[in-house]
């Protein structure tokens, strides 16, 4: 088996780390912070950006798969340095390039997304979201790497426990049967991606060469609005789904003067107040895989936040 470079050890970068190590790939893992020893894998503490440093990291490597994300609020000024830095080492080490988008680059859209749509995104995140692929795609007409990206729309599932709209504010909150506030309209049709799905999308795009060469989705079950996802949560946990009610216009304008995450938020407001439909099919009419069963997904998570507050398993 090969070795593989995943660059971020958040959720993301864990998991998909894990699944590589479990398919008996080496394995190793680079950030800035201190990270617990995992069977099977190397972990190396150092800056991304520090080109150096990660390519001589990626020495050897038949991938390099970015799952690092700068602060939210600072995108358009960390991001171009994180991504040159994580090219120059693919392109370096002869890796193919694996990077872990999302769905910002679009901007709003009318119906479902699909990968041939172009990248009109015009606030900072979306178009710095855009100029990060297309500096990689450009460097791969050329020749210069191999690249694809994963694009998922907001995930959950087991490890994730921030940063999500269905992640740590959300998950306490219900098990505990409190009234849960959601940023627009919790009936608008919403994707989820599973967590456990990006990872294994990531690893697949690293070894299939038809892969290579532009984006994917990454397999995603058929939407549902915020207000049913949080009712299905709910029933796999055995508690009465909680009141869930939108977050006043005018609180969040509030709260956005001193939280720099908030100020941000309204660039992908209509993430939220209107549709938001991830059609994933290319990747699995490609490879054959779909998403993890919505059951399944379900399950796994409430199983798994049921621990990590100190509750029993639900019978």
């Not at 479990?22 to 800035?32: A, L, P």
């Not at 938020?265 to 699995?284: K, N």
Request: charged letters at 15%; one cysteine or more; proline letters at 8%.
């Amino acid at each position: 088996m090969s070795l593989h470079l995943v660059v971020g050890n958040g959720p993301a970068g864990a998991a998909t780390a894990e699944l590589l190590a479990g398919q008996g790939h080496q394995v190793r893992v680079v950030s800035r912070s201190d990270q617990q020893p995992r069977a099977g894998i190397e972990h190396v503490k150092l800056d991304a950006t520090d080109t150096a440093a990660l390519t001589a990291a990626a020495a050897g490597a038949a991938a390099v798969i970015n799952c690092a994300c700068p602060p939210y609020h600072r995108w358009p000024q960390e991001w171009p340095a994180l991504a040159s830095s994580v090219l120059a080492a693919a392109e370096a080490s002869g890796a193919v390039l694996v990077t872990l988008g999302n769905l910002y680059a679009y901007g709003p859209v009318d119906g479902a997304l699909t990968e041939d749509l172009p990248l009109a995104a015009t606030g900072p995140k979306g178009s710095t979201r855009a100029a990060v692929w297309a500096q990689a795609w450009e460097a791969h007409q050329r020749g210069r790497v191999r690249m694809t990206e994963a694009r998922p729309s907001d995930f959950f599932g087991p490890g994730v426990t921030d940063g999500g709209h269905l992640a740590g504010r959300v998950m306490p909150q219900l098990l505990q049967g409190k009234t849960i506030r959601v940023m627009g309209n919790p009936d608008a049709p919403h994707s989820w991606t599973y967590l456990p799905d990006v990872a294994r999308t990531l690893a697949r795009l690293a070894q299939e060469e038809q892969a290579w060469g532009r984006a994917w989705h990454v397999p995603t079950a058929p939407a549902l609005s915020t207000r049913a996802m949080i009712g299905e949560l709910a029933a796999r946990a055995g508690v009465t789904a909680p009141a869930v009610r939108p977050v006043p216009a005018a609180v969040l304008r509030a709260a956005s003067v001193t939280s720099p995450l908030l100020r941000e938020l309204r660039e992908v407001r209509y993430q939220f107040d209107r549709p938001f439909v991830v059609d994933s099919s290319a990747y699995s009419a490609r490879f054959g895989e779909g998403p993890t069963p919505p059951d399944d997904q379900i399950q796994t998570t409430v199983a798994w936040w049921r621990q990590r507050v100190g509750l029993p398993t639900a019978g």
